[in-house]
């Protein structure tokens, strides 16, 4: 019997757009990746296809199903206990081209030939310096040290800061960054200079066409800000021939602090003063303490030649801008001294008789001490101190319980002897 056919459509698939382009269907075992053509249908008037729909089965799906039911041994994890990662900056500043550390030394004079000219009123010397970067190097954030050390040699001048100039010393560190940004610091480092004390010096002045002579007994080292003894004994005052003697009337000391300075020309400017190796040179007297006394000391007469002893206390106050000597090759020079004056007159005093009668002559006796001023050695430590022992200089360690062991008898070798 004949049988009725009917043809039923086959559900359409449709691929998802993307961009309003629909997609492709592609056969998977095909090498060629063309887009397979669809076919038209014959038919009717339905607008219905024929598509051939393929059941694609891969070997491995039965072998994954497997896995996926087998358990598995253990996980892993990952805990981050850190705070989200920030590069502050930006990157250019991470990396340094240079690095270096520079110690100078920096005379100033303040009376130079030409008054506003860097090159005459200062001149910078390095002593040491430090490369600590030299290539492009990067830099994380956070702090970074460099060590470095110096030893400073001891013929260098102290800082100082006088009348006419000033010495100066300071660490000058410069960085450069990647993209030419430059990074500069300075700190000033002062330099000390401290001289032991030693024996009291005497000194001896005299003073012709008379028979005075003057001992003075000073200190070998004055220190700023502080108080030293001066011990005197002047001789000589009675002259028995004459029937005259030397009265003290007044005594006066000050210390003078004396600078000196050469202040060279650059080369611009050294055709004012006739060319270059030659300076101008400047001296200043700064008084920084002074006194006055017009009793205090025991006179005695009755000796063969006489004689007066005074004694009193001299220094420096703490209040008084001063500085510490300084003998220095490149032009600067302080020094300080003590002056002492002595106020004495002539007066008549013939043989058994009170009557004494001024003659009306007097003289100024002037004498002059180089007086060494340092600082004060404080809590300072040498160098040879300061630095930590060698493993040459560390003794042996004692031994270890081990090696004790190891080394001693057994308690049986004992009783056997």
């Known amino acids: 019997m004949p049988s009725l056919i009917r ?14 382009m629909p997609g492709t269907i592609v056969d998977l075992d095909s090498t060629n990746t063309k887009p397979r053509s669809t076919r038209s249908s014959r038919s009717s008037n339905r607008d219905s296809a024929d598509y051939s729909i393929r059941s694609y089965k891969s070997s491995k799906s039965s072998k994954s199903s497997q896995e996926s039911i087998t358990p598995l041994a253990g996980s892993l994890h990952v805990q981050i206990e850190s705070p989200p990662i920030v590069c502050y900056g930006p990157a250019s500043e ?5 690095l270096k550390l520079t110690f100078q030394s920096t005379v100033t004079t303040k009376k130079p030939v ?3 000219c860097p090159d005459c009123t200062s001149k910078t010397t390095d002593l040491n310096t430090w490369d600590f970067i030299t290539s492009t190097h990067p830099v994380s954030h956070g702090l970074h040290s460099y060590p470095f050390s110096y030893l400073v040699p001891g013929n260098l001048p102290a800082t100082t800061d006088s009348q006419l100039g000033s010495i ?6 410069r960085g450069v960054t990647n993209h030419g940004e430059v990074l500069q610091f300075a700190q000033e480092i002062k330099v000390a200079r401290s001289i032991l004390e030693g024996n009291d010096r005497n000194s001896l002045r005299i003073f012709p066409p008379t028979n005075l002579s003057a001992t003075l007994t000073l200190p070998s080292v004055i220190h ?12 000589g005052v009675v002259t028995r021939t004459n029937f005259t003697r030397w009265k003290l009337r007044k005594a006066t000391w000050r210390i003078e602090e004396k600078s000196k ?3 060279p020309a ?13 300076g101008v040179k400047y001296e200043d007297i700064k008084v920084l303490a002074t006194e006055e006394y017009k009793t205090g000391w025991k006179s005695d007469f009755d000796t ?11 220094g420096i106050p703490a209040y008084i801008t001063s500085t510490d000597d300084v003998d220095n090759t490149t032009g600067l020079t302080v020094s300080h001294n003590l002056v002492v004056e002595l106020i004495v007159a002539e007066e008549y005093c013939p043989k058994n008789s009170k009557l004494v009668t001024p003659t009306g002559s007097a003289r100024v006796l002037r004498m002059q001490f180089n007086m060494n001023t340092t600082a004060r050695a404080g809590m300072g430590i040498s160098w040879e101190d300061e630095c930590p022992p060698r493993y040459d200089d560390v003794p042996q360690s004692p031994p270890t319980y081990q090696t004790l062991v190891c080394e001693s008898q057994s308690v049986e070798d004992l009783h056997s002897i």
Do not use: Q, W
């Open 304 to 314: 063969s030649d006489g004689k007066v002893e005074f004694g009193f206390t001299a």
């Open 168 to 173: 100066k010393y300071h660490l000058s560190a």
């Open 7 to 20: 043809s039923f459509p086959v559900p359409h698939y449709v691929p998802y757009s993307h961009n309003g």
């Open 224 to 235: 700023r800000g502080g108080n030293f003894p001066v011990e005197m004994r002047l001789e």
């Open 114 to 116: 030409v008054f506003g």
């Open 261 to 263: 300075i050469i202040s």
């Open 266 to 278: 650059c080369k611009v400017h050294a055709h004012k003063i006739g060319g270059e190796g030659k």
């Open 94 to 98: 991470s990396n340094l081209e240079s």
